[in-house]
């Protein structure tokens, strides 16, 4: 699979990868997304690549709302006026001194965003790019209250988002800017977190997605690298699991620090976001990264399991091609024209990723003979050797055995093994169905495998 991380150094390549990224453009034009990221970030040098990216998304007609963090710069501004903020379970009380240096931090951290954004100079990345930020009092708050008896004051939490305001700027083009502040009907102004406003934010807008940018570094798990991450994809019902530490996935369990990005993902997920994303902000183009390569960079919650187990539609068609074509190429299987497979397509069981056909197989009963063919059985090389095609079979023997049929036969050419050690047994071509006999093509040679299927 062609990514954005795979700098592109021939004009081939360059088109390909170009290409690659279209169905993402497609499905991402006028689709909510809530980014939110920390004030920690904002100090970060590479944060005007992430401006960058802000701006293409803009252009490629992404609807943003950005929700920013101010903590550093609120306790720098703590300091300089020699203020000494209370914290209780990690929440600053926010009294009315405090509240005056939140509001010069966050007042100029929002402007300093502001003008980032927009910036237009030519030969940058941001060369016409003219977007328009909004910002405004989308966000009512109330206080936190009081916990382990002391007052958290200005210290608060979201009421309401004013989500038709929201998207009605969004409607006429806007980036939307949000800071942590709220501010309550009594006239009041709330310190609020980034998380809890992104989220909030996410789920009143009913977001296509919400992205926290994390501060920690490397966060995800990668193939050879599991421990204390958090894996690429979890479900809300598998999120949940792992907040409350009842499965050790991945081993050692997932530090403490990532937990509250995870419950907030999850929350608005089971509210009804349809994805949340949690990246790592130190890797340069993380967002883009995330959004435009099938595998991401960061780790992805959503409301069901992406992957899926399916009898094939007439759509996949283009998709089976493009898994099988390469395999009749070696010719490892028998070559079937896009007008066959279209016919057959019922016959076909497919496995799918997130819109990718990854795995296929196709089912041929003989009722007269009482048996059926497995034939085009088929996993992408990316996603071998991790059980899919044992449970694609699996499948087609459960399919084989609904007929009231417990023969199933294959012919094959290359993975003879990997039958055998699945419970097919060499035959001859004279145990196949008689018309299959017929059909039989002594050229390729293919070896005659049978199963018995047990009831
Ligand atoms: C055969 C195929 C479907 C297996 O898919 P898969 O998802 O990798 O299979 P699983 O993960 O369930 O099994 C992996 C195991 O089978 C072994 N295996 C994979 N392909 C094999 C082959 N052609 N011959 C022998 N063993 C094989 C792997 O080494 C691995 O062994 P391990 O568990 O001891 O490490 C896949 O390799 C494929 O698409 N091959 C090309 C198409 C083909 O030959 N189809 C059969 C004709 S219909």
Not at 336 to 358: P, S
């Amino acid at each position: 699979m062609t990514a954005v991380n795979n700098k592109p150094d021939t004009t081939a390549e360059f088109v390909a990868w170009f290409r690659s990224v279209a169905p993402y453009i497609h499905t991402f034009r006028g689709k909510v997304f809530v980014i939110g990221f920390s004030g920690e970030m904002i100090t970060d040098a590479k944060f005007v690549n992430f401006i960058h990216d802000i701006n293409l998304l803009a252009s490629l007609g992404v609807r943003l709302v950005l929700v920013h963090g101010a903590r550093p710069q609120i306790q720098l501004r703590l300091d300089e006026s020699q203020l000494e903020t209370q914290t209780v379970m990690g929440m600053r009380v926010t009294d009315p001194a405090a509240l005056q240096c939140v509001k010069e931090s966050v007042g100029r951290v929002q402007h300093e965003i502001a003008a980032l954004l927009s910036m237009g100079l030519p030969n940058s990345p941001m060369a016409n790019a003219a977007i328009r930020v909004t910002s405004g009092n989308f966000v009512t708050a109330c206080p936190y209250g009081i916990i382990q008896g002391v007052d958290l004051m200005h210290t608060g939490k979201v009421r309401k988002i004013n989500a038709p305001a929201i998207h009605s700027r969004l409607e006429q083009g806007d980036v939307v800017l949000i800071s942590p502040l709220g501010y309550s009907p009594t006239g009041e102004i709330f310190n609020l977190t980034m998380e809890n406003v992104a989220t909030e934010t996410a789920i009143a807008l009913r977001a296509e997605k919400l992205i926290l940018l994390l501060d920690t570094v490397d966060c995800t798990a990668s193939a050879e690298n599991k421990a204390g991450k958090l894996p690429r994809e979890l479900t809300i019902a598998e999120s949940k699991l792992l907040l409350e530490h009842k499965i050790p996935t991945p081993t050692p369990r997932v530090p403490d620090t990532l937990l509250p990005a995870l419950q907030s993902a999850t929350k608005a997920c089971e509210m009804g976001v349809t994805r949340a994303h949690l990246v790592s902000r130190h890797c340069d183009g993380a967002i883009l990264q995330e959004l435009f390569t099938h595998h991401g960079i960061g780790t992805m919650i959503t409301q069901e399991s992406l992957q899926a187990l399916r009898k094939a539609k007439i759509e996949d068609v283009g998709g089976i091609l493009q898994l099988i074509e390469p395999l009749e190429t070696e010719g490892i299987l028998v070559r079937r024209g896009r007008e066959l497979l279209e016919i057959e397509i019922n016959r076909f069981t497919v496995f799918e990723h997130d819109g990718i056909i990854f795995g296929c197989a196709a089912l041929y009963p003989f009722p007269e003979e009482r048996a059926c063919e497995l034939a085009c059985l088929a996993i992408h090389p990316d996603y071998r050797n991790q059980g899919h095609g044992e449970r694609l079979l699996k499948h087609i023997e459960n399919k084989t055995i609904a007929q009231g049929i417990h023969k199933l036969f294959v012919l094959t050419t290359h993975a003879t093994h990997w039958f055998i050690e699945h419970g097919f047994n060499a035959a001859t071509t004279a145990e196949l169905p008689k018309t299959k006999q017929n059909l039989y093509n002594y050229q390729r040679r293919s070896k005659v495998l049978i199963k018995h299927l047990g009831d």
